[in-house]
């Protein structure tokens, strides 16, 4: 039987290679720590608590978000208003289950092209109502709080559009709203207009929300496999939840590995996977692991990268720089499409003939294993987190093994992983300095601390010469 998903963690240990590694001893040392933390999240969520609703979400029943799916599939455009958890997670799945260039190619699927409007951004919004025809485009409006003020901005922009080119009925009929049900601004807004609506549990934290309907709506619409997604997050569910030894558990030993290594002052992860695929899930990931353990002055910086990319980009800092990370290199074992590099006549490539009618998918895989090579000669740790493949099934295991593994470590460095009050003092102020009625002191606040920026100031003036 092939498994769910290995992690390899020889050279994230300590040896003559990696300097400071934290010893297996050590790691097994820690299961009383990691325990508690295991029990912990158990009790959150038997006891229904704020945060911990993502660890249902593998067995809910896809049925209504299909449905709806289904409905919108008939559109030529999909636009999902959203930002954070409430965008980047749709991202992740599109870019590692549907094919590249999706707009481009869609229509031969039959499904629609997709766009995110996440940022404050009025170019892109403007440039992208230029792309669609209003009468043939529906909108997905996803908040778990329904009032983020980038997305209530972006909301109210799209939904001028659309109401303007089709009159407010129809308006409502093409557009889904995604929110807590128990309180938001959005839930009264679909309710007065009559727009569809579909529930994100209150007990989902935005960042762990991806296989709710906010991640799997748009993913249905657009031909993705979400009874696999769920069904691979189900069995992933079900391995770590039963596995309470350090040695079978793989999320154990990557929260293990990971505050071990923090005491020893690798407080930043890069996460490298090498698959254009996932280079969203860097992102998507670096939300999940930043947010949830960036408190009380501890956490782990996450670092995005992308093979081979960033092999060219930041291998020089990470073999050579400060030994302040742990590295996770995601490997995906077998990829179907591969190409067979060309073989040359032309002389002057003759020295290329290494490369003639090699696999380009072995080329990856061997720049892989060289990036580890290279960080393990540095002495750098390094995991190794591999599937056999990328399909939903899959994926779906991976988001939860993340999910989980970042919950659990959470929990072993004493923090909450699954609020985020420094988002929310940001957001406060945002409504302050806006004008958002009982908000003003933090508007006050807010001024102070942004006056300091400009106490002192170095300009370079402008010769206007060109
Ligand atoms: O993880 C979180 O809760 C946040 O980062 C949210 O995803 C983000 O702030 C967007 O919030 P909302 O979905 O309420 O608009």
Redesign the pocket.
Known sequence: MKPLLQLHLGAALGSHLVSGGATFQELQNLPSRLRQAAQQIKERSRDGLQGTGWLLLPYSDPTEVMKVGRSLASFDALIQI?????ALGNQMLHSALLPPYWNEICHEKGRPRFYISDNVDSLENMTMWKCVDPKRTALIV???????AE?MANFLFSWERLERAVGKEEAARQTVVITDLKESLLKDFALEQGCLTLELPSTV???YSVLSPVGLLSAAALGIDVPALLCGAREMAQSLVDLEGMEQNPAWVFAGLTWLHYLRGRNMIAFIPYLDGLAMFSDWFA?LWG?SLGKAGRGSTPIKALGTIDQHSQLQLYTEGPDDKLYVLVHVKHVDEDITIPLSKDKSLSSLSYLFNQSMNRLRDVEQLSTASALIKAGRPVLWVEIPKLDAKHLGGLIYFFEFATALTGGVMDVNPFD?PG?EQG?HYTYGLMERPGYQSFAEEARGFSALLSQRTIAIPSQEKC
């Open positions: 959203g930002i954070g958890g409430s996803a908040s778990k709080s329904g009032s983020t997305t934290g935005g960042r939300q947010e985020q988002v957001k």
